[in-house]
């Protein structure tokens, strides 16, 4: 079978977060089953820069106003197909923002151009290459399965992922001639969205097929708090909608083999965590002692509860933790942090920025990663703590409620929790589970026994892979 899937973000190539992780490794997850995907990508800079010797196969004259070419080239085990069209994507930030944080004003058609280039494809015009099926992620790519709806030419199955519904690309009704789409598309069944455009609206209305990832969020988004206003259109697509949750590339997040950290280590030798340890230590400016020290890897949003960390920083100092945050987003959660770190030096640590090596060697080192988020559609970096034996202490929401088992007592007898979990999720929540944490961290046969049994999880993409290569099947097998 062969897929097109359209992303606005890939790993190794490009990444914000965890988009890229999910769309460069799932290809390779599929393989074994027989899928041969193409990943259709913008050529960001970064992107430009890093690939070699790309073979120029389609041509554009006039995507939506500009002129574009499409480039193949294979790079980390991916076959991309990256939409070069410097009008587009030649800019100085990063993919969706610019250098001062702010939403490139032209974002729509930005991504609007990606996704029809993208239903171009899955209509036959890349020479030599017809794909089965086209497989979209959030908003940036949601409107292939729009364009693929209302142009004439043959429909081919498609899947939309919803990897975070709060980003719904929206933008106001004067946008709709340049996407060129014919007048009846801007109605209920379309993208109009309450009098203005939607980009995942669209998508959510007219993909074949719509997954989330997991299954606890498949649910939650057709509730009001957390369907962000699109709860009654994915409750009217309810019975298209699969929640699968997201696997981990097992061979760039393995501590056995990881090139990024200082010292390799498995369940069996998890005392040469110390040396990773030690680097996070002189990273982050840390005291030595033998208390613990709570990491964060993550995104600096009010998502990830970054404001309910901050305002119990203090607490878990006074507790005898210590914290290295890692994160980069909001200037005024990276103003509180700092602010927390100045008052507890040696204590509270903070790394602004985006550093890929150093959020493994924090995994390899930190005895527990904090993710209190409010709402988390799956979440990867409490797996890469599961497989990294730093013990993710969890807010009981999406993703994190279906990865991690909370260290309650008939747990801890079976011999079969992983981490903690805690809702509601607020200051107090929090503090509650880290107090718990700090009580758990004294006994260290059973911290020990929960790091080996976080380390045994099945984080792979092996059962969500078939999940995707089956609906796959079923969707090509139907005929769109
Ligand atoms: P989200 O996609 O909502 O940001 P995920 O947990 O799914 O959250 O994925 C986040 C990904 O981005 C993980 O791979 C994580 O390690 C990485 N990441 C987040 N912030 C940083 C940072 N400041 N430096 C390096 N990696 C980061
Ligand atoms: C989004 C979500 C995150 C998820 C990731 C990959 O960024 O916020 O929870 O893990 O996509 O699917």
Not at 363 to 374: F, L, N, T
Not at 376 to 394: A, D, F, H, S
Not at 437 to 450: C, E, G, P, S, Y
Request: net charge negative.
């Amino acid at each position: 079978m062969k897929v097109l899937s359209v992303a606005s973000e890939v790993f190794p190539l490009i990444k914000t977060g965890g988009l890229a992780d999910v769309a460069g490794a799932l290809p390779i997850a599929l393989k074994p089953y027989g899928v041969e995907t193409r990943t259709l990508i913008p050529g960001y800079p970064a992107v430009m820069k890093a690939i070699r010797d790309p073979v120029v196969c389609l041509e554009f004259t006039d995507l939506l106003g500009e002129q574009a070419t499409v480039l193949e080239v294979e790079h980390g085990g991916i076959s991309f197909l990256v939409l070069d069209a410097p009008a587009y994507y030649t800019r100085t930030g990063g993919p969706y923002v610019d250098a001062m944080g702010k939403d490139y004003p032209d974002n729509w058609r930005r991504f609007a151009a990606l996704s029809l280039a993208g239903a171009e494809i899955a209509a036959g015009r890349l020479p030599g290459w017809q794909p089965d099926l086209v497989h979209a992620h959030d908003w940036q790519s949601a409107l292939v399965p729009v364009y693929m709806r209302y142009y004439p030419t043959p429909e081919l199955p498609s899947v939309l992922t919803i990897h975070n519904i709060a980003f719904q690309g929206q933008f106001g009704p004067s946008i709709f001639p340049g996407l060129r789409l014919p007048a009846h598309a801007f109605s209920v069944e379309g993208v109009e969205y309450y009098g203005d455009v939607g980009f995942l609206k669209g998508g959510l209305q007219t993909a074949h097929a719509l997954t989330t990832v997991s299954p606890s969020y498949a649910e939650e988004i057709l509730t009001p708090e957390f369907g962000m206003g699109l709860e009654g259109v994915i409750a009217s697509r309810a019975n298209s909608l699969h929640g699968i949750v997201n696997g981990i590339d097992d061979h760039i997040w393995n501590p056995a083999t990881d090139a990024m950290i200082a010292q390799t280590y498995s369940a069996a030798t998890l005392k040469d965590r110390a040396v990773n340890r030690e680097r996070v230590i002189a990273h982050f400016g840390l005291d030595h002692d033998d208390g613990p020290i709570f990491c964060v890897v993550s995104r600096l949003t009010w998502q990830k509860g970054m404001d309910l960390l901050a305002g119990i920083a203090s607490e878990i100092v006074h507790m005898g933790g210590k914290l290295a945050i890692l994160g980069a987003g909001d200037a005024a959660l990276e103003g509180a942090l700092f602010a927390a770190a100045g008052r507890h030096r040696g204590r509270v640590g903070v790394s602004a920025g985006y550093n890929e090596p150093m959020s493994h060697i924090m995994q390899g080192g930190c005895d527990a990663i904090i993710i209190p988020s409010r709402f988390e559609p799956c979440g990867l970096t409490q797996l890469y703590g599961l497989r990294y034996g730093c013990l993710p202490i969890v807010a009981r929401t999406g993703g994190l409620n279906d990865t991690i088992i909370d260290a309650n007592h008939a747990a801890l007898q079976a011999k079969v929790a992983t981490g903690i979990q805690f809702s509601p999720v607020t200051a107090e929540g929090l503090l509650q589970a880290m107090r718990r944490a700090m009580h758990l961290f004294q006994d260290r046969k059973v911290w020990t026994q929960m790091q080996k049994q976080g380390m045994k999880s099945d984080v792979s993409w092996g059962r969500s892979a078939e999940r995707y290569a089956a609906l796959y099947s079923s969707l090509v097998s139907r005929g769109a």
